[in-house]
């Protein structure tokens, strides 16, 4: 099973990136995916993720109004779009899968609760 993301690069202070993660190896379809970030010498964070089974998102303080977590499950694929970036954005952003479709809030915000992970992409913006 591999994770590949894409899509990170450098961008000014107020400008947009859309990261992709594509599956292979196995189907998520029901299952949660999402994205975390970890900025150098931070721990990894949560960022945004989305059920496999219904409409359900959720984001962290501050994703909620600027990025937007969507999934394509016809091509096992997860994307997150970056609006209004800031210099405090700046990381390696990794997306995640679960091995299962369970949602809760309290859990799919912990690194600990997914299962597949990608090699992550570097967002970096400049002020």
């Known amino acids: 099973v591999q994770l590949q993301a894409s899509g990170g690069g450098l961008v000014q202070t107020g400008g947009s990136l859309r990261l992709s993660c594509a599956a292979s190896?196995?189907?998520?379809?029901?299952?949660?995916m999402g994205w975390f970030r970890q900025a150098p010498g931070e721990e990894r964070e949560f960022v945004a993720a989305?059920?496999?089974?219904?409409?359900?998102?959720y984001y962290s303080a501050p994703a909620k109004g600027r990025f937007t977590i969507s999934r394509d499950k016809d091509k096992n694929t997860v994307h997150l779009q970056l609006n209004s970036l800031k210099p405090e954005d700046t990381g390696v952003y990794y997306c995640?899968?679960?091995?299962?479709?369970?949602?809760?809030?309290?859990?799919?915000?912990?690194?600990?609760?997914?299962?597949?992970w990608g090699q992550g992409t570097l967002v970096t913006v400049s002020s």
């Open positions: 190896g196995r189907t998520f379809r029901t299952n949660v």
């Open positions: 995640a899968a679960r091995g299962s479709a369970g949602w809760s809030i309290a859990v799919v915000t912990r690194p600990s609760a997914y299962d597949y």
């Open positions: 989305a059920s496999g089974i219904g409409p359900s998102t």
